[in-house]
């Protein structure tokens, strides 16, 4: 079960319902300690007074900000106190479209959920009535010491609870690209020819699909390190396709869509991570690969390639 991070209510008109607020997402990025170099001596951090060098304990330490010559100090109870509706509170100050609301907002996705069994119906109202309307309600709510814009909204079972930046925490994209050389527009042919690639790679929205294999490899990394084992280097990334080479680089892009790539016979799957062959295998549609060893994954994924057709397309769900 997830651990509830805030205990609040959220407040519609005269509704108010008592909900607990819970992280969407976890974090599987793999975590290192610090230790000296060519020693197994871990690096620890200490909080120190910079003027007498001394370690300070956490209860000893304060929040604080340089003011007008001087330091102000701040308790937490001060910071709470002074919070809209103690932080206890999500109150809707308005209804929106979902779909009105600019992607660039959205800032990290929370579950609201009900604290207690009787708080049910209301939740479920309206979650129901914002998922029947497409309406998103906009409220703010301090936690952990800030205040958030945020939208709420319905998923398929729960109410999510976005959080969103700021007008004026959204930068200007026009500082960005600033003024534009005359010849930076695409012609119609190029413009034609890049949609052709965009409409013939299109497919269905599967987060399930996509994986993290930058993490898998850091994990094969540590296993060849802790084994002795040879440490093989990425491939370079592509070189930026020079304006000059531009119609040719979406031609040859055109007829690979629409004709298939073959697969390449010189193709070394030695030379291919486990991961990679892995996800290989994936594409292919290869069952029980996850109790596959590295021979039988190599074996299967040069067989499994070796039948697909040339002209073939395949989706990215196998089949």
Not at 212 to 228: I, N, S, W
Request: aromatic share 6%.
């Amino acid at each position: 079960m997830p651990r509830k991070i805030w205990t609040g209510s959220i407040n519609f008109g005269l509704v108010t319902i008592p909900v607990g607020l819970y992280a969407a997402t976890e974090d599987h990025t793999v975590q290192f300690h610090q230790y000296e170099r060519g020693t197994t001596d871990r690096i620890r951090y200490k909080r120190v007074n910079e003027r007498t060098g001394e370690e300070v304990g956490y209860n000893d330490i304060v929040k604080g900000r340089e003011y007008e010559g001087g330091v102000i100090s701040v308790e937490q109870s001060e910071l709470d106190e002074i919070a809209p509706g103690r932080s206890r509170t999500i109150d809707i100050t308005t209804f929106v479209d979902l779909a009105e609301i600019d992607p660039v907002h959205f800032q990290k996705t929370y579950w609201l959920a009900p604290n207690s069994k009787e708080h049910f119906r209301p939740y479920n109202l309206l979650r129901r009535a914002m998922q029947d309307t497409g309406q998103a309600g906009i409220a703010t709510f301090v936690l952990r010491g800030k205040q958030y814009l945020t939208a709420v909204r319905a998923d398929t079972d729960v109410l999510a609870l976005n959080t969103l930046y700021f007008a004026d925490e959204i930068r200007d994209p026009a500082e960005l690209v600033g003024d534009q050389p005359e010849q930076s527009g695409p012609s119609e042919k190029e413009l034609t020819m890049a949609t052709t690639i965009i409409e013939s790679m299109s497919g269905p929205w599967e987060p399930e699909e996509y994986e993290d294999t930058y993490t898998a490899k850091v994990e094969e990394l540590l296993a060849e390190k802790a084994h002795g084992g040879e440490i093989k280097a990425a491939e370079a990334p592509p070189q930026p396709t020079d304006v000059i080479d531009l119609t040719e680089a979406l031609r040859r892009s055109v007829d690979a869509a629409r004709k298939g790539r073959a697969p390449s016979e010189a193709e070394d799957l030695s030379e291919l991570s486990k991961a990679d062959l892995d996800s290989r295998a994936k594409e292919l549609g290869i069952k029980g690969r996850s109790k596959m060893k590295r021979a039988e994954l190599e074996s299967a994924v040069a067989e499994a390639t070796a039948e697909k057709p040339a002209g073939g397309r395949r989706s990215r769900k196998a089949s």
